[in-house]
C-alpha cells in the first residue's frame, strides 16, 4: 500500500480537545445538551449574526434551510417549483435539499478565475420564478458579496450561504456565513475545524430559528419559544416534552461533537493563520520550479477577501498532461489529492438519473477536467514536508515526460 506523507485529511485534534470530548463521556450528559448551546451562543457571537442551531453535520444543515423554507409555519414560504439558483461547481448535500424540498434547483456557471459562481451569468438566470441562491464559498475563496447582496435585494431573493468550506474566511472583514438570510457550516473531519461530523446554522430571522429548531428535533415543542406572541401557541392540553407542533427530523449533535468542535473553534484564528501561511508555503516552493510554474495554474484569494483556506486547488494548465494519470502518480509518490468539492455536479451520474444536466457550462466542465486539489493542513507545515510535496510533483511529471 503507498504510504502517504501528505494525505487530504490531517489529523487535527490536540490534547485539549480530546480532554474536552472525555469530559463530556465521563459526565454520562452525550445527549445535546448544555455545552451544545453553549457552543452556540459563542459561535454566533464571533460570527456576529443573530441565531444559530448546531447540527450533525453540514449537509443537514442545508436540508434544515431548505425544510424550512417550505415549511408551513413560514410567512412567504416558497411553492413547488420555485427556482434556486447554485453553482454547477457544488457539493451533492448542496443539491438534492432543494429537490426533496420540491423546489428547482437552476445551474449557473463558475468563474474559472476563483471556482466561485460566475456573476454574470448568475444575473442572465434570474426569472419571475427565481427565489433564492444557493451560493457556495468554494474551498474559503468567496466570491464579490457586496455585488450578491446587491442582486439579492434588487430581486428580494433569498440568500443561503453554503459556507461549509469557507468558516473563518471574511469579505470585508465580515465572516463568510453573515451576509445572507441563513449559513451552513460544516465540521466534518477535513474542514476548518472539526468534531468528527457537525454542522451548524445561522440566521438572521426569529421564525426561521424557530422552525430550524422544531425541524432539528421531531417537530415537538421542546427548545422552542411557545407563547401567544410567536408561531408556536400553547394550547390548553399543551404538554410541554410531547406535543409536536411541526413535521421533523432527528439532526442534532451530540454533546461530544459539539464538545469537540467547541474547543477548535476556539483556535479558529490560530488555524486561519497556519492554514494561510500552508497555503503560501506551497505556491512558493512549487512556483520555484520550472516545470511547475509551467503546468500548474495556483490560485489566490478573490479581491477584499481575507481567507481561512479549506485546501489547496490546482488547474493542469497543460491540456495535454493526462490528469488520471498525472494524479495516479501523484498518490503513488505520497500526495492525495481529489476532484474540486464533486467537479460540474450536472456531470454526476445521479445528474442524469434526475434529468439534471440541461446545458453545458463552459467553465465548470474546464475546472471539472483539468482541477484538482491537496490537502491543507490547520498545524504549521515543515520544510521537509514541503520538500517532499514538491519532489512528488516533480517525479510525476517526470514519469508522464518519458512514456
Ligand atoms: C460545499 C459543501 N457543502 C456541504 C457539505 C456537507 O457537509 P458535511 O460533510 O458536514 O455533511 C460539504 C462537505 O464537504 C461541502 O463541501
Not at 394550547?235 to 413535521?247: G, I, M, Q, V
Amino acid at each position: 500500500m503507498t504510504k502517504l506523507h501528505y494525505p487530504l485529511v490531517s489529523k487535527i485534534f490536540d490534547q485539549e480537545d480530546i480532554k474536552s470530548g472525555i469530559k463530556v463521556l465521563n459526565s454520562k450528559n452525550i445527549t445535546m445538551g448544555k455545552i451544545t448551546k453553549k457552543f452556540e451562543n459563542y459561535f454566533k457571537k464571533t460570527l456576529g449574526c443573530k441565531y444559530s442551531a448546531m447540527t450533525n453535520s453540514g449537509s443537514s444543515a442545508i436540508l434544515l434551510i431548505l425544510q424550512t423554507l417550505i415549511n408551513p409555519y413560514r410567512k412567504n414560504k416558497l411553492k413547488p417549483g420555485d427556482e434556486v439558483l447554485i453553482p454547477a461547481i457544488c457539493w451533492s448535500t448542496s443539491l438534492w435539499p432543494i429537490i426533496q424540498s420540491q423546489l428547482k434547483p437552476v445551474f449557473v456557471d463558475v468563474d474559472k478565475n476563483t471556482l466561485n459562481i460566475d456573476i454574470n451569468d448568475l444575473k442572465k438566470k434570474i426569472t419571475k420564478k427565481t427565489k433564492a441562491i444557493m451560493l457556495i464559498h468554494v474551498l474559503g475563496n468567496c466570491t464579490n458579496m457586496s455585488e450578491i447582496i446587491l442582486i439579492k435585494n434588487k430581486y428580494k431573493l433569498i440568500l443561503i450561504e453554503d459556507n461549509c468550506e469557507g468558516l473563518g474566511t471574511k469579505f470585508n472583514n465580515k465572516f463568510l456565513g453573515t451576509f445572507g438570510d441563513f449559513g451552513a457550516y460544516s465540521f466534518y473531519a477535513s474542514h476548518q475545524i472539526s468534531g468528527g461530523e457537525g454542522g451548524m446554522i445561522t440566521c438572521s430571522n426569529f421564525e426561521d430559528y424557530e422552525i430550524i429548531k422544531s425541524l432539528r428535533s421531531h417537530g415537538w415543542s421542546r427548545e422552542l419559544s411557545v407563547n401567544k406572541k410567536t408561531i408556536f401557541k400553547p394550547n390548553k392540553n399543551h404538554n410541554k416534552k410531547f406535543t409536536f407542533f411541526n413535521s421533523g427530523y432527528n439532526l442534532r449533535p451530540t454533546e461530544v461533537s459539539a464538545a469537540i468542535s467547541f474547543s477548535q473553534f476556539k483556535k479558529l484564528r490560530k488555524i486561519k493563520k497556519n492554514r494561510k501561511n500552508n497555503f503560501n508555503k506551497i505556491i512558493k516552493i512549487l512556483n520555484k520550479e520550472i516545470i511547475c510554474k509551467k503546468n500548474l495554474y495556483f490560485f489566490n484569494e478573490n479581491k477584499n477577501v481575507d481567507p481561512c483556506w479549506l485546501a489547496f486547488p490546482i488547474i493542469l494548465k497543460n491540456k495535454k498532461i493526462n490528469k488520471k494519470i498525472f494524479l495516479e502518480k501523484l498518490y503513488s509518490y505520497g500526495v492525495e489529492s481529489r476532484p474540486i468539492i464533486s467537479g460540474d455536479f450536472t456531470l454526476q451520474p445521479a445528474a442524469k438519473i434526475y434529468n439534471l444536466k440541461k446545458e453545458r457550462h463552459k467553465n465548470s466542465r474546464f475546472v471539472h477536467n483539468y482541477g484538482f486539489f491537496i490537502g491543507l493542513s490547520s498545524r504549521n507545515i515543515k520544510n521537509n514536508q514541503l520538500l517532499k510535496i514538491k519532489n512528488s510533483f516533480i517525479k510525476s511529471f517526470e514519469y508522464l515526460n518519458n512514456l
